[in-house]
């Protein structure tokens, strides 16, 4: 804080005696800002402002935030119809300790009005309203969210309707193509003959937000587990609604095309989708496929994805694993860069930890969370890799 109140009276000293600084070097004594104090900045002056918006400035933010991913937590407080974001740290590794604290920094909340969050890319996160099918947007580091345009009508596309409510079988993912520097959110409907084989993709940051069609060719079932990895979605699915999900759905988000990858069996419930070394992986419960991740579970699995064919890893874990997990547990997923396994609790109505499970020390951390208290017993979602985006919506 005391580094980035010198910078900030040192930029208006500059500013206010229009002694030259460099572009580049303005941009780059910005961007080691945190997110917040980048949205002050963006209200001093006009000057400031109109570069603080531009892309080589809003890409160097990102680079230097991506080097230090976070945990993102999402409340949902329905009683007062937000939803709080807040994020922390990861904890710097110590040896010999096998516990820690960080503290929560509370970002932004936003009207929920029955909100239902699908997911988090690249700092930016997605849900949408049930009751009105409108899509939403929101950047927890700016405060900031989009409501987009209404689906396309489900007369075009025989969107079946869940039978006592308003909200049609659709799944939506967010994605992002680091290439084209392109958001684009993917949204699948349920036809009414069986199987979903038309879906609707829109590009973020366009002129006029519009939803187009897209073709998939082969007829499957979607589902919520996905992410979105170097350009490509990838997320579970199924042939039929009857069967577990054996196969994986991968949209390319520049030619926007879809292509499918069999598994061979049927996912695990625990069974969740994550970025391994810039690749997808499949991260599961080791023990029986109906088994919770408890006290009682002796190893995970993980299977990652490489030319069109699945290499198997398998962890065990450590003895210390009864002595620190307490609750039914659900992946988190991978942190990129270290590769540790984070756990939840499955059931967070009371977020007060989260578990580091380190494959290549194979120990096992508990970290705390504090300045969280305020939201006990309330509805959590954790998500791994989260970083601040300045991007305006």
């Known amino acids: 804080m005391t580094s980035q109140r010198a910078a900030t009276r040192s930029m208006t000293s500059l500013?206010?005696?229009?002694?030259?600084?460099?572009?580049?070097?303005?941009?780059?004594?910005?961007?080691?800002?945190?997110?917040?104090?980048?949205?002050?900045c963006r209200c001093a002056c006009k000057l400031w402002s109109s570069m603080l918006v531009r892309e080589d400035f809003t890409d160097l933010f990102l680079t230097k935030s991506s080097a230090r991913p976070q945990l993102l937590f999402a409340c949902q407080d329905h009683n007062r119809n937000y939803i709080f974001f807040s994020?922390?740290?990861?904890?710097e590794e110590e040896e010999n300790s096998s516990s820690y604290v960080v503290a929560a920094n509370h970002?932004?909340?936003?009207?929920?009005?029955?909100?239902?969050?699908?997911?988090?890319?690249n700092g930016l996160c997605y849900g949408a309203r049930p009751r009105s099918r409108k899509p939403v947007i929101c950047n927890p580091s700016t405060g900031q969210s989009l409501t987009l345009p209404r689906l396309k009508s489900r007369k075009w596309f025989g969107v079946v309707e869940r039978r006592g409510q308003d909200s049609p079988l659709?799944?939506?993912?967010?994605?992002?193509?680091?290439?084209?520097?392109?958001?684009?959110?993917?949204?699948?409907?349920?036809?009414?003959?069986?199987?979903?084989?038309?879906?609707?993709?829109?590009?973020?940051?366009?002129?006029?937000?519009?939803?187009?069609?897209?073709?998939?060719?082969?007829?499957?079932?979607?589902s919520n587990k996905w992410i979105s990895i170097s350009g490509v979605i990838y997320y579970a699915a199924s042939a039929n609604r009857s069967s577990a999900n054996s196969m994986v759905a991968c949209f390319d988000l520049r030619v926007e095309k879809f292509s499918f990858v069999n598994f061979g069996r049927a996912m695990h419930d625990s069974t969740t989708l994550v970025n391994y070394n810039g690749k997808l992986g499949l991260l599961m419960s080791g023990d029986a496929p109906g088994e919770n991740i408890s006290t009682t579970s002796k190893s995970f699995q993980l299977w990652v994805l490489q030319d069109a064919e699945w290499s198997k890893h398998v962890y065990i874990l450590p003895p210390s694993w009864k002595d620190v997990v307490t609750k039914t547990m659900c992946f988190a997923g991978i942190i990129?860069?270290?590769?540790?396994?984070?756990?939840?609790?499955?059931?967070?109505?009371?977020?007060?930890?989260?578990?580091?499970?380190?494959?290549e020390r194979n120990t096992i951390t508990k970290v705390g969370i504090q300045g969280m208290e305020a939201f006990q017993g309330k509805r959590f979602n954790t998500y791994l890799n989260y970083v601040e985006n300045v991007i305006l919506l």
């Open 336 to 359: 990129v860069g270290t590769n540790e396994i984070v756990l939840a609790p499955s059931l967070q109505n009371v977020l007060c930890y989260v578990i580091y499970f380190n494959v």
């Open 15 to 40: 500013h206010r005696n229009s002694l030259p600084i460099p572009d580049d070097l303005a941009v780059e004594i910005f961007s080691r800002l945190p997110s917040k104090a980048i949205a002050r």
């Open 87 to 91: 994020s922390s740290p990861h904890p």
């Open 170 to 222: 659709v799944d939506n993912y967010l994605g992002y193509d680091p290439v084209s520097k392109e958001f684009k959110v993917l949204t699948l409907s349920m036809e009414s003959s069986k199987i979903s084989a038309k879906h609707q993709v829109l590009t973020l940051g366009t002129k006029k937000l519009s939803w187009r069609l897209v073709q998939c060719t082969t007829a499957h079932y979607s």
């Open 107 to 121: 970002l932004a909340r936003f009207p929920s009005s029955s909100y239902r969050l699908f997911g988090c890319t």
